[in-house]
């Protein structure tokens, strides 16, 4: 089990506080985006998504937009469970691994793109202990993630 100091916990929520959801869906969308835009071979897991074929098409895809609430949903999960991730999201994990066949390498891509959309975000206010926090969930969303694999 992760140990979180109480400093830890709390600079996790208000971030999480700060993402409001409408703001937050739009922020997590952003961080999809990227993370197509960026690493394109991330493009083939969507090819039911439609045009993905530049950046304007990414940007005005409606499904990558869904898609941005799916994934923040699942993040809010993690945020909600922080002393049980890694069962939370065995499902996810199995999910992403024998439906999806996601190389576990894209998760911490993703969570780069997160970061930087975070950072973006919260300005001065994601200070370097915030972001060792948010860094540490990070890993630990991204270890539960892939701990399905074989
Ligand atoms: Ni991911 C579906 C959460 C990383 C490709 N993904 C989901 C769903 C959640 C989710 C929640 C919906 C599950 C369901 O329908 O029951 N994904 C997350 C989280 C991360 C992540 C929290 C990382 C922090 N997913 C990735 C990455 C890729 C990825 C890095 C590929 C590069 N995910 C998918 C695909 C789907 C998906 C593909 C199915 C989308 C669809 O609707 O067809």
């Known amino acids: 089990m992760v140990a979180w100091t109480d400093a830890e916990r709390k600079a996790i929520q208000d ?22 835009i960026v690493y394109p071979w991330t493009q ?30 699942g993040l809010g999960l993690a945020v909600k469970n922080m002393d049980n991730i890694k069962a939370t999201y065995a499902p996810l994990s199995v999910l992403h691994s024998e439906k999806l066949h996601v190389d576990p390498d894209n998760f911490r891509l993703l969570g780069d793109c997160f970061t930087i959309v975070v950072a973006a975000h919260l300005g001065r206010a994601f200070t370097a202990d915030i972001q060792a926090a948010w860094q540490k969930f990070v890993a630990v969303v991204i270890a539960a993630l892939a701990k399905q694999y074989h």
């Open 15 to 36: 971030i999480w506080g700060k993402l409001k959801p409408a703001a937050g869906q739009k922020l997590f969308t952003i961080a999809r985006i990227p993370c197509l």
């Open 44 to 73: 083939r897991y969507f090819s039911s998504f439609g045009s993905l074929s530049d950046a304007a098409a990414i940007k005005s895809n409606k499904k990558v937009a869904a898609h941005g609430e799916v994934v923040l949903k």
